[in-house]
């Protein structure tokens, strides 16, 4: 009954008060990843940078979420990133029922996923090593006995 059609697009979910198990997984996913950022950004202080770099005082940081992984950030931002492309997901279907131009074969099709997956994946793996190489390079043997106690990602497992 309450399923539309426009331009033989189906509208999956015209009623945006209803919330699917899928949507309060992902909002929530999104909410932990801010929190863990933001507790990122709060622990390292003057030492974070959005660029990979190392700063003339720069000590290795080991307490707050550092005390659990190497890179606690990136597991909040792959936490966030899950959320945005679910959501484009769920709002891919409204593209062609307010654009004049039909841009949904290229927000929403599976070699745009694939491609995104292989970027990510690829660009967010060549910073972390050359950050690791970085921070290596500066630390040495502190950061062997850092890095050899704890995981990247996900406590105990990643």
């Excluded at 003339?56 to 940081?61: A, P, Y």
């Excluded at 279907?93 to 074969?105: A, E, G, L, M, T």
């Excluded at 990247?152 to 497992?157: C, K, N």
Aim: glycine letters at 4%; proline letters at 4%; aromatic letters at 24%.
């Amino acid at each position: 009954m309450y399923q539309q059609e426009h331009n033989n697009v189906v509208i999956i979910n015209v009623r945006f008060s209803e919330w699917s198990f899928y949507d309060i997984v992902f909002y929530i996913l999104n909410i932990f990843g801010c929190f863990i950022r933001l507790w990122c950004f709060r622990t390292l202080k003057e030492f974070f940078t959005f660029n990979v770099t190392i700063l003339k005082n720069h000590r290795l940081i080991d307490t707050g979420p550092y005390a659990l992984v190497i890179h606690p950030s990136y597991t909040g931002v792959i936490l966030m990133t899950l959320n945005v492309q679910y959501m484009i997901y769920q709002l891919h279907y409204y593209i062609p029922i307010y654009s004049p131009v039909d841009f949904s074969p290229f927000i929403f099709n599976w070699y745009y996923y694939t491609l995104f997956i292989f970027l990510y994946v690829y660009l967010g793996t060549q910073r972390i090593l050359n950050e690791e190489n970085l921070l290596k390079q500066k630390f040495g043997r502190e950061w062997d006995l850092y890095s050899k106690k704890r995981k990247r990602f996900i406590p105990y497992l990643i």
